[in-house]
């Protein structure tokens, strides 16, 4: 639905850019050939005026002063180029010219005066206009020029549609945008609603049990049922805070707070944490570091903590008790590889790619929805979760090196 709302509305845009540069063209030919009309009219009572100028045997008799406006004036030149008639004609036009004159004047200005003239039988007769009032050019083009403007009015014309569909490009990114930021905030606060409606309740549910599997007075068999309990609601209460986490990063909401990690340090922490939460009882953990000093991440100390616990927590929920855990850290190139994996022999880090395991369309892996978030957290560093199955699950956090 959203593509084709995007199609339609490019589709439209489109539709009104060619609208507007085809009229723009149109107009702009109507322009042209008003005023090119309007340039002959102009033209056309030079000749009235000739014929209403007649000479009588002594003196012109002008008989046609309706045909110029009052701010035009007329002028005869005889064979010599003197002046023997004239109307309104400026003080500042002479009296007399060379033929070199005429042959200046007959078709630009004349002391900037645009003129008209026409040939007569006893002399050249003028018709000027008030300076400024028209623009006369000489309009002649060479004819391989005159056949190139119908690709220049296409350039144009597909300049000004490229131009049009940029904007629009970028007003419907930032509508689409600013639409899926409201989307984004309506669904972080329902699930944001949704999860504090949920925490509620479960944190009863675990005080109440807590207490129940402390409590010596209850028979044993008792205790076990609350300790299941407790546990299974701490993974309701870790899957509600996954769910909170995925969709934040999702929306781009989760904000990095990046620090200098030392990859060493860092997953025996992490491994301490996870062995006191009480978690890995009854699953022997190992560690594999190299002796070579390991390259430093910028990363968010909390989030990538929140990966690799996912990860061992995966691998204790979904292996039987006595399963080994291995982690560890190697360097690739400008990455370093954080790895986790359960189940089998240890693999080794040239696992075979075919084996690799790709998300299912919901997000999640065969293992379980919480390692969506473990690629969603990889991906917000600039890297990458790689998943490998078979008898061994083993996944790679592939994150740029700091160095």
């Known amino acids: 639905m959203r593509m084709r709302s995007l199609l339609k509305g490019a589709g439209l845009v489109a ?12 107009g702009l030919l109507a322009f042209v ?26 003196a012109y008799v002008f008989t ?13 030149l005889d064979e010599s180029g003197r002046v023997v008639w004239s109307l309104r004609k400026p003080a500042d036009v002479p009296e007399t010219y060379t033929l070199t004159d005429v042959a200046s004047f007959t078709r630009w200005y004349l002391r900037d005066y645009p003129v008209q003239c026409r040939v007569r039988d006893d002399g050249l007769l003028v018709v000027g206009a008030p300076k400024g009032s028209v623009w006369k050019h000489d309009m002649a083009m060479d004819m391989d020029t005159l056949f190139q403007v119908p690709a220049w009015f296409a350039a144009l014309f597909l300049l000004a549609l490229g131009c049009v569909l940029g904007l629009a490009y970028r007003v419907l990114r930032r509508w689409f945008r600013q639409e899926q930021q409201v989307r984004d905030a309506a669904r972080s606060g329902w699930i944001n609603g949704v999860s504090h409606d949920i925490r509620t309740p479960l944190a009863v549910v675990l005080g109440t049990a807590a207490q129940l599997e402390a409590d010596p007075t209850l028979p044993p068999e008792r205790r076990k049922q609350a300790a299941v309990i407790c546990r299974q609601s701490q993974a309701i209460r870790d899957l509600v805070n996954d769910l909170n986490l995925t969709m934040r990063l999702d929306c781009a ?9 030392q990859p060493a340090a860092f997953l025996r922490q992490t491994a301490a944490d996870f062995l006191n939460s009480g978690m890995a009882e009854g699953y022997p953990l190992e560690m594999e570091l190299l002796e070579t000093p390991l390259p430093a991440i910028q990363a968010d100390a909390f989030l990538l903590r929140r990966a690799v616990n996912n990860l061992l927590t995966n691998c204790v929920r979904h292996n039987a008790p006595g399963c080994p855990i291995r982690m560890g850290a190697r360097a690739e190139g400008a990455f370093l590889v954080l790895w986790v994996e359960s189940g089998g022999a240890a693999s080794t880090p040239d696992t075979d790619p075919s084996q690799q395991r790709q998300l299912e369309p919901d997000g999640g892996a065969a293992h379980g929805t919480g390692l969506k978030l473990v690629s969603q957290i990889a991906a917000a560093h600039g890297g990458e979760a790689r998943f490998y199955g078979g008898d061994v699950f083993r996944c790679e956090l592939w994150l740029p090196s700091a160095s």
Do not use: F, H
Request: avoid cysteine; charged fraction near 25%.
């Open 15 to 26: 539709a009104a850019a060619a609208l507007i540069v085809l009229v723009t063209l149109a």
């Open 33 to 58: 050939a008003y005023n090119t009309s309007t340039g002959r009219d102009w033209s056309a009572p030079v000749g009235e005026v000739s014929r209403a100028l007649t000479w009588d045997g002594t």
């Open 64 to 76: 046609g002063e309706d045909l110029l406006e009052d701010d035009r004036w007329a002028m005869l």
């Open 253 to 261: 909401m989760q904000a990095l707070r990046k620090e200098l990690l």
